[in-house]
């Protein structure tokens, strides 16, 4: 009965880190981010080049920079960017004034349409790593307990402290190896 209330407890946390993630790092804050990026990125090829719109070679430039920051950001593997031919279909869709060039809100345009199923594949990740890690935590917690040595110290180890301590272990385990990508 104790297990079941401990995984209850610990659902129940990872219910709430999950809402409270999704209120404090909603739409709202994936916008933000995208516009920061967007506008960095664009500034700087308009800068570099004295063009207020960028081309079909600025722009898939631009898009592996877009990637570049994105994977800074984001935890986990590493995202690819899309090919060049992807990116030029892309850019026909959102070049609304059909000039061949796209301008800032074009390409913020383009950038989110880009990235949609990155932030999926994003969250779905970190969704893995807060709610799965945390149960694994528990059931090896329950194992390692009988091991000489280290089972003292993880039978003394409340289950709350146990189960973060891996969860973070695991995020900075998937963050090491995208610094070794």
Known sequence: MGQILEKFQ??????????II??????EWRQKQLRKITDSV??????ETGSANLTFE???????FVYNDINKRLPGAHLDPP???????????CDVNLDGVLDREEFVKF?????KDTFITASQRLLVTLLVTPIVALVTKRATEGIPGVGGVVHK???SVHASLVTFAAV????????IN
Not at 42 to 47: H, I, K, Q, V
């Open 42 to 47: 664009f500034d700087r090829f308009t800068n």
């Open 111 to 115: 950038v989110l349409q880009l990235t």
């Open 172 to 179: 900075m385990f998937q963050n090491s190896g995208q610094a």
């Open 83 to 93: 090919s060049k031919a992807q990116v030029r279909t892309m850019m026909q869709d």
């Open 58 to 64: 600025d722009l898939y430039i631009s898009v592996l």
């Open 10 to 19: 610990v659902l129940q946390q990872s219910k709430a880190v999950g809402q």
């Open 157 to 159: 180890l409340p289950s």
């Open 22 to 27: 999704e209120k404090i790092q909603g739409k």
